[in-house]
Structure formats: C-alpha cells, structure tokens
C-alpha cells in the first residue's frame, strides 16, 4: 500500500514536472524568486509568516504544535520565534492556526552562471512518505515549491527519496534593496497568501499600506503564491490565549514523539554527566601540567566517573538539574565526547582559541564554537545561540559542584 502511494505521488510530482516544462511562463514564481547577486544587501535576516498545525499526511508527520518542532524545521530556538511572535511561554504548546514570525537568513544564491534566487537555505531530513511536494505544501505552508526544491536540488532523485537523506528546501525570502533601506523597509516579511486573504487585509494585519505590497510583489499574486509584505518593524500578533481546553489535533503522536526525544535527552544527559567530570578535570590540569600528566588525570577523572556511578542517586539528581537547566536556556545543541572536543580542538590548543574560553572546533566538517564554561549559564548560551543564528552550538565544559 505504501508503496503504491509512494509510487502515485512520484508519478504525479513527474507529471507536474513536465507541465512545469511545457507551461512555464505562465506560471507564477513556482521556481523561485530571482535576484542580483551583486547587490550590496546580499544577504538579511528576515521572517517568514507562519502559522502553526498538525499535518497528518503520514504517520509521523511532526506535530508542529510547538514552537520546539517548528524551531527544528527552520533551524532556530524556540526564544528566536516566540520572542517576535509575541509568545510569553515558549515551551507551552500552539493553538492551530496560531500566527508566528521564523526568522530566516536569507541570501541570494546563485545556481549558474545566469540564474540567482533569493532564499533561505534549510537542510531537512526525509522521513518516510515525505516527497518534495508534501514537504513544502504542508510543513512549509507553501514558502516553497517542489519545482525550486528539485532546482536546488538538481543531484537529488524526487522519485527516489529515501527516509535520512537531507534535502536543502529554499525557504522563499528577498532582501530589501537600496531602495527600500532608504524608505525605511527593515523586512519584506515572507507570506503566503491565503484562500480567504486580499491586498488590503494583508495590508492592514502587518500596519502597511497596499500599494506598498503591490509595489514590491506586482498586483498579479495568486493564492499560496508566497508575497512579501514591506515592514519598518514588525507588526505585535494578536496571541489568543491557551484555553485549557483546547488540546493539539493529534495529542498521541506528539506525546510519543516527545517521549522519545526526552529519552534520547536523558541518554545524552547521562553521557554529559560523564562529560562533567572528564572535562573537569581537563580544565584544571590542561593549563598548568604537562600533557603527560594530562592524561593520568583523564585515568583519574575516569575512575571518579565510576564511583560516582556507583553512587547513582547523585547523578540521578544531576540529571534532573541538568535536563531543568538545558531545556530552559537552550533546545538546539549536540553533545559530543570530550575525546571529540579535543580532537575538534586540536587538544584545546591556542590555535583554537577564538577568544575568552571560546575554541573554534571542527566535528564532521561543520565548525563549531566550543565554550568551556560554568553551569547555569543560560545567558551566555542564548548570546551565543544568538550570535550564530541556525547552527548548533556546543558545549559542555563545566564546573559543576562535583568537582574534582
Ligand atoms: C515572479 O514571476 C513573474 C511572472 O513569472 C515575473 O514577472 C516576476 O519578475 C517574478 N518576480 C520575481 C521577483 O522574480
Ligand atoms: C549587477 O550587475 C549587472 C551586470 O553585471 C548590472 O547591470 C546591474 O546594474 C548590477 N546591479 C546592481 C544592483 O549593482
Ligand atoms: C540555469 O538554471 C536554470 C534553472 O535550473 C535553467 O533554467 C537554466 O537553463 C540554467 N542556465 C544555464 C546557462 O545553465
Ligand atoms: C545550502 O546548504 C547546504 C549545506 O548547508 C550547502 O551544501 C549548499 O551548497 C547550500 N546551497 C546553496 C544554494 O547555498
Ligand atoms: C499549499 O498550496 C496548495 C496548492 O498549491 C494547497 O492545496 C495547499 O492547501 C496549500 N497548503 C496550505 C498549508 O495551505
Ligand atoms: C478584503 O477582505 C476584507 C475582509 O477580509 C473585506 O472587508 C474587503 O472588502 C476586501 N477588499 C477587497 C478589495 O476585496
Ligand atoms: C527596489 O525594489 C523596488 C520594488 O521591487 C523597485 O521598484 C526599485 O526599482 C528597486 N530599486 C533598486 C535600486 O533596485
Ligand atoms: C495591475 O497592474 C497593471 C500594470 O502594472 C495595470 O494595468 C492593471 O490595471 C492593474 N490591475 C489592477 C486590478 O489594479
Ligand atoms: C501580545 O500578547 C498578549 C498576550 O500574551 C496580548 O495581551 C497582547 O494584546 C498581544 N499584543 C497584541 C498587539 O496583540
């Protein structure tokens, strides 16, 4: 059955794709938005209109019911949407059809020679019965297409996607010109038009004038056609409080979904613990003793590591106070091994050092900013993930109240 479904809607995506070919002009922006990449404003942070939901078009489609999962499909915090949404309580969950500002970063890319578009650049990993269509029309609300996908695309199969490739889908999104700079346009807020929308209530929602939309996106914008709403700040939503009654449309799969991600959280938490001690003990000693004697340490570290296994209450605790603590000041981070940090760091060395007790690390070809640092330190972790916006930061050097 599934794969008869599959096999439908890849011939169906190949069948669109060839009306694609075949009608091209006089279809809207389906491809993307063009742009010139010598412009000075290259690249922007900007936001993208979103509203949250509960697909159900497979199984373990995500519940984006809360700003966590929507956060993971844009690669930010859940602090970088509620706090332009107007949201109080970042980790309570979303009401269908809730209005959010994601932010985006968004550039302009060129794919050849003779063709540049402007967008968001997302990673996304395929999960079973995910297609480049159902993908963009229903966990992207249609900020993209699947044409643009396969254009960005172009060594990736759509008819051959298997669940863990990654697949970067282009988030629709331009930069205010020099133009608009000087009339005071901060954003050109991405928004997709929808069924019961026109000009002048999408005017009215972001505080702006409808000729100033039409100036920007001509006067031609079809419905989900995605159009970009000029703004000198953005617009405060209108939040609707969260009756108690209301519970999110498929409660089961979220709950399951979160179950597991606070195991894996508790499996990573456990490992961090490990990573407490060892990483103590590497900080007092790397400075002052030898690398010899370094290593002896690490031997020690291990052994305490045991004993305060043993102990299994404390850590017990720990864990607690950690999960407390990571999830209030932080939700997009990996934990690596201490043997990893260092082979990141070249063994923490000078080199690294980027400034204070920030290393530059590469892990897997990605560059990381590794921070050693005390517990509890929710406010430099947030100026951190603030500063690096959509990458994962780590991490974890500490000096906890176990010490050594
Ligand atoms: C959008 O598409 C229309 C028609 O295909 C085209 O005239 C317009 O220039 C496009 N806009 C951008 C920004 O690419
Ligand atoms: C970009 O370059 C093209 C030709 O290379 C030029 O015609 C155009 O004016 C440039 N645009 C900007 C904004 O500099
Ligand atoms: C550039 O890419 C676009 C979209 O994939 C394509 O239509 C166009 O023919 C390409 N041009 C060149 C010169 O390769
Ligand atoms: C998008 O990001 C991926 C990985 O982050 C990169 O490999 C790819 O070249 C990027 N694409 C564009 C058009 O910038
Ligand atoms: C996206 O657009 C398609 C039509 O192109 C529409 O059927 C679908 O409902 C839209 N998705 C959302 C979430 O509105
Ligand atoms: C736009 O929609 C609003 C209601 O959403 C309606 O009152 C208004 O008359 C519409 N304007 C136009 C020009 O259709
Ligand atoms: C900036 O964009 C606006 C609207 O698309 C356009 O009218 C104007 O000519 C552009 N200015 C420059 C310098 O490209
Ligand atoms: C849309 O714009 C074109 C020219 O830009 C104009 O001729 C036409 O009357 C406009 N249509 C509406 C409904 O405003
Ligand atoms: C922002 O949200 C609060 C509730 O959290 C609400 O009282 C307030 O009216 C909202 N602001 C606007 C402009 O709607």
Known sequence: MR???????????????????????????????????????NQCQTYAFYRASAPDYRASAPNLLDLASIGDLFSVSRLMISNPSNISSPSSPLIQNQP??????????????????????????????????????????????YQ?????????????LEAGDVVQFPIFCKCPNETQLQNQVSYLVSYVLQPSDNLSSVASMFGTETQSI???????????ETIFVPVTRLPQLPQLTQPDAVTPASPGAGKTERKGVNRGLAIGLAICGVLLVLVTGMLI??????????????????KQKLQFDKGGKGFKNME???MA??????????????????????DFSEDCLIQGSVYKGFINGEVYAI????????????????????????????????SV
């Open 214 to 224: 039409i100036d920007v996106n001509g006067n031609n914008s079809q419905t989900f």
């Open 285 to 302: 000693y790397s400075e002052v003793i030898l690398k010899k004697r370094r290593k002896r340490k690490s031997d020690d570290a291990e």
């Open 3 to 41: 794969i008869k479904l599959r096999y439908l809607s890849s011939s169906f995506l190949l069948l669109f794709f060839l009306c694609y070919v075949q009608s091209q002009e006089f279809l809207p922006n389906t491809t993307g938005y063009t742009c010139s990449p010598n412009q000075t404003t």
């Open 320 to 322: 607690v106070n950690l």
């Open 100 to 145: 959010l500002f994601v932010p985006l970063t968004c550039s302009c890319n060129t794919l050849n020679t003779s063709y540049s578009i402007s967008f968001a650049n997302l990673s996304y990993t395929i999960a079973q019965g995910d297609t480049f269509y159902l993908v963009s029309t229903y966990l992207y609300l249609n900020l993209t297409t």
């Open 325 to 346: 603590d990571v999830s209030d000041c932080l939700d997009k981070y990996k934990l690596f091994n201490i043997e990893e940090l260092r082979a990141a760091t070249n």
């Open 148 to 160: 643009s996908v396969m254009i960005v695309n172009p060594t990736v199969v759509p008819t051959e």
């Open 371 to 402: 921070k050693m640092m005390k517990w509890n330190a929710c406010e430099e972790l947030k100026i951190l993930q603030k500063s690096r916006p959509g990458n994962t930061i780590l991490i974890l050097c500490i000096d906890c109240k176990f």
